[in-house]
């Protein structure tokens, strides 16, 4: 996906828009949310624990089902030329661009025996797209919880999640986890979503950001990345390879206390990769039992030491993420970390309310400084996951 469009729409508009474009009112309207993961990460694919929250830019789209087996698609970004298809011979190679999210959703119902029909759909997403805050997954998640209520497949949250992620997986080419899948689905205003990878349960943390008069703050980088390419895959592998060497069936088995040993039986490069995951895991555990004793406000220096560890052991971070990490820690900052997949993408900074300004204008001067491309900033806070809302 490499655009999305920024500004909110109400569900009545896009009725609208779909009525105009298809001359017909939609069946309904359905919205899934973008995600910050607040830590966590890369942890989803090592069945380990993480805690993201669902935020307020969401994909929206407006969907009626069709007698046939014709599926026309629109978004309001891109080239905003309709794409049409018939779904019973839709393949790999005919699911391409922004549309194999909700082309992806529809095979993988069709792979799991759901009876799929024709319809017709338009897409409104202010999930910025390539920069760590789940864009495609947005997508994914609207379009599943549209059609499952469509199709009456009756999947629950949990179940949809699992169809996000191999519509990533074997649709798109990521092999991410399900991370962002289950921060879209299983979101709940004014908490984060503690998940346990390897048994799948979960429960809602309450995140109150507002009443302890924090904000988080996150600066979009605009180095934009895709994890279909490249690093993630290769991140992926290394963990992969440290459990096989360790004799453990994930990295999810192993303590700190297991890490003296492990530095003796893996190369130096499969030892950091397995350090940050064996020491974010923990990081999720304690943020969790601070949040509860505590509050947000002392769970800043967590943040920040994930943000060190993905920079030093796992190295997917950047010089423009590591620099507003920094610059934002400097001028008040509680805790900063890059957020999601990492390679570019966002950081978010957990800020005292009445530094916000000071903040933003520290990590826009510093950018400015090294020639780079103005970042984007806005706050967030945790809201709703999936859901119908016309
Ligand atoms: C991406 C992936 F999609 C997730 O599954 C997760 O691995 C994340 O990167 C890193 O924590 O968002």
Request: proline fraction near 4%.
């Amino acid at each position: 996906m490499n655009a999305s469009a920024t500004q909110p729409i109400s569900a009545q508009n896009v009725a609208d828009t779909f009525a105009t474009v298809f001359g017909y009112p939609p069946d309904g309207v359905w919205v899934a949310p973008g995600r910050v993961n607040l830590i966590g990460e890369h942890t989803d694919y090592n069945d380990g624990f993480v805690l993201p929250f669902a935020i307020d830019r969401e994909a929206t789209v407006a969907v009626r089902l069709r007698a046939d087996q014709t599926a026309r698609l629109i978004s309001s970004y891109g080239d905003k030329k309709m794409v049409e298809v018939d779904i019973s011979t839709l393949s790999h190679g005919t699911m391409t661009g922004w549309t194999a999210y909700p082309l992806g959703v529809v095979w993988v119902l069709a792979q799991m025996g759901v009876e799929v029909g024709g319809f017709d759909l338009y897409l409104h997403s202010t999930v910025p797209s390539g920069a760590g805050l789940s864009s495609s997954a947005a997508i994914e998640c609207a379009v599943s919880t549209a059609l499952n209520d469509l199709y009456g497949a009756q999947f629950s949250p949990k179940e949809l999640v699992l169809i996000g992620q191999r519509t990533e997986n074997e649709v798109v080419g990521a092999p991410t986890g399900i991370l962002d899948q289950s921060a879209s689905l299983l979101a709940s205003d004014g908490h984060a979503v503690f998940l346990d990878c390897r048994t799948r349960e979960s429960h809602l943390v309450p995140l109150d950001l507002s009443g302890a008069a924090l904000r988080i703050l996150v600066v979009d980088t605009k180095v934009t990345h895709a994890h279909a390419t490249g690093g993630y895959a290769e991140r992926r592998a290394s963990c992969e390879l440290g459990a096989q060497m360790l004799d453990v069936p994930s990295l999810r088995e192993l303590t700190a206390a297991q890490l003296p040993e492990a530095a003796l039986r893996l190369d130096a490069v499969t030892y950091r990769r397995v350090r940050h995951i064996v020491t974010e895991n923990q990081r999720v555990l304690d943020t969790v039992v601070v949040l509860d004793d505590a509050g947000p406000t002392a769970i800043g220096a967590l943040l920040t030491a994930s943000h060190s560890s993905m920079r030093d052991d796992f190295e997917i971070s950047c010089a423009e993420l590591d620099l507003a990490v920094a610059t934002a820690l400097e001028n008040g900052a509680l805790g900063a970390r890059m957020t999601g997949g990492g390679f570019g993408g966002c950081a978010i900074a957990l800020i005292p309310e009445a530094e916000e300004l000071k903040v933003r204008d520290a990590v826009d001067r510093a950018f400015a400084k090294a020639n780079w491309q103005a970042p984007d900033f806005f706050t967030v806070s945790p809201g709703p996951g999936a859901r119908r809302i016309l």
